[in-house]
Nanobody, 123 residues
Framework: VQLQASGGGLVQAGGSLRLSCAAS??????????MGWFRQAPGKEREFVAA????????SYADSVKGRFTISRDNAKNTVYLQMNSLKSEDTAVYYC???????????????WGQGTQVTVSS
């Protein structure tokens, strides 16, 4: 499975961004994975942001982003999105998409990772 994240950029506090993660691989394989978003700020550990199942639409969010971020997917395009609203300076980080077998906030449980996209929120 190959993952390509995009959509990062510089935004003012209170603004919005939408990240995309395009997945590719063997037919039927990609859609069997849970897709997650993680982020890593300088000097900090990688942390869970959100995750979604491909088929069931079940989602999970970190408490810090609940009510502000929304994860969704377009199965026809094999793409997962992270809509980020009401952005705060503390959301500044490199955001990574990942694919794994279970819906979990634990990074080591995800087998495949994208290259990351930088999100910078100016205050």
């Amino acid at each position: 499975v190959q993952l390509q994240a995009s959509g990062g950029g510089l935004v003012q506090a209170g603004g919005s961004l939408r990240l995309s993660c395009a997945a590719s691989g063997r037919t039927g394989t990609v859609t069997s994975y849970i897709m997650g978003w993680f982020r890593q700020a300088p000097g900090k550990e990688r942390e869970f942001v959100a995750a979604i199942t491909w088929s069931g639409g079940s989602t999970s969010y970190a408490d810090s982003v609940k009510g502000r971020f929304t994860i969704s997917r377009d199965n026809a395009k094999n793409t997962v999105y992270l809509q980020m609203n009401s952005l705060k300076s503390e959301d500044t980080a490199v955001y990574y998409c990942a694919a794994g077998p279970i819906l979990t906030p634990i990074p080591s449980s995800y087998n495949y990772w994208g290259q990351g996209t930088q999100v910078t929120v100016s205050s």
